[in-house]
């Protein structure tokens, strides 16, 4: 593992289970996107529908431009505690909705002609920048769930059905095909729409690239990025917006737990005060099994690494889910009760997805600031879980 993974805070301290932000990590990432910012212009906002500890914030908003949003709840909390711009975009918007978008946003994309046509007058009113959604109908996500250009696609509007005869008072076109994906995906992504939509672009302010950029992963070709970006400028003499979710917050976040009990059923199951149904869903849904610092995952480990990781543990949940199954892992000595287990790269797609499914209580979040001082940002109780039933 990375050593820039590893957590540098006293665990011992932390209650379990509890997200741990690490802020240090966070400006890491942030750090790199304004690099990309600098060198060609572009704006980048957060995609909330990926990480919202608004309690971080202060920090994000010294790097990006604002937030995107895709409901009249992530716009508000854009608008009240990021306080920049405040892009929304949803597939479609209730009347209701759009009476509070537009006190919350400054910019509106609306996912078909239909949309725009009916609530054009009030968003212009406002003073909303508004722009549509495009398809490319190309995508190299490697996930169908995760597809948003496959067949009968929803979102976006695909070139058969562009009202070119309607785009007066449009300001800019967005498209979103990537998925965790790298620059060189984009750049056939951004072919493709190019192809479908090129004639369009230099008619607007600005054409934005949605999100599933993998910028700040290892590897990945920032170079590309920006030279993409730039000759896209060139070209058509507008602004690009990026809005990554992902690649802010990888990486810079934690899940701490302690294991409950130990049994054995032909493997040694420890179960944890955690749930990869209840804290982190995508570990069932995408699936995927997280890393865990100081362990590996056994599928990985290699006869080599088995010398020193002797003992293989499945990692279960506290729910009364049979799947409930967070991985199996190799840890370099015995488990025992209490031993804390820390799942890597949590604070994105968990923390904005946690339940309390069969009343297990929430996960504290806790923020390790800057200056290397761990504050307890929030705690949960059965208030928490009552009030949504
Ligand atoms: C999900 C989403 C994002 C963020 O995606 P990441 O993979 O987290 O970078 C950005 N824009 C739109 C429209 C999205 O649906």
Redesign the pocket.
Known sequence: MEASRFPKFNIGEVKTPSFIIDERALEKNLKILNDVKQKTGAKILL?L??YSAFSTFPLIKKYLDGV?A?SPHEAKLGCKEFGKEVVV?APAYKEEDIQELVEYSTCIVFNSFNQWRRYKKIALEHGIECGI?INPEYSEAPVELYN?CSAYSRLGVTIKNFEEEHLNGIKGL?F?A???QSAGALERVLEAAERKFGKYFSKMKWVNF????HITKEGYDTNLLCNLIQSFKKRHGIDVYL?????VALNAGFLVASVVDIINNGMDIAILDTSAETHMPDVLGMPYTPEVVGAKIASSCTEKDKKIFKYDYRLGGLTCLAGDIIGDYMFPEKLSIGSKIIFTNMA??SMVKTTTFNGVNLPSICVQRLNGKMEIIREFGYEDFKRRL
């Open positions: 995609a529908k990926a995107c895709s975009a959604r948003p967005h979103h990537l998925c965790e949605g999100g599933g950029h809005e990554p979710g992902e690649a994105i797609y």
